[in-house]
Nanobody, 114 residues
Framework: QVQLVESGGGLVQPGGSLRLSCAAS????????MGWYRQAPGKQRESVAT???????NYADSVKGRFTISRDNAKNTMYLQMNSLKPEDTAVYYC????????WGQGTQVTVSS
């Protein structure tokens, strides 16, 4: 079974940065598209950023200019660099294919607070 494991979350002050990692048990170069999702308390899960096999990227308007999605095919790992974090970025962050075809993992908690 394909597994994706998120890590790198934590508590950070507004304006701070975090780098999330998504380690895959499959060669991510074989996946057409994958991305990061997040779910805040009381909110629906939303797509944050997407990266395709060809390297093209898309971002939610709320994170454009602040977040950068990338991948390292040799390490089978996808990343989400988050800068200028805001309290509204607080959520559990998940990685999955795009569309989300895999089972959801535990995610990694990102809390932006003073």
């Amino acid at each position: 079974q394909v597994q994706l494991v998120e890590s790198g979350g934590g508590l950070v002050q507004p304006g701070g940065s975090l780098r999330l990692s998504c380690a895959a048990s499959v060669r991510i170069s074989s996946i057409y598209a994958m991305g990061w999702y997040r779910q805040a308390p009381g909110k629906q899960r939303e797509s944050v950023a997407t990266i395709t096999r060809g390297g093209s990227t898309n971002y939610a308007d709320s994170v454009k200019g602040r977040f950068t999605i990338s991948r390292d095919n040799a390490k089978n790992t996808m990343y989400l660099q988050m800068n200028s974090l805001k309290p509204e970025d607080t959520a559990v962050y998940y990685c999955n294919t795009k569309p989300s075809l895999m089972s959801w993992g535990q995610g990694t908690q990102v809390t932006v607070s003073s």
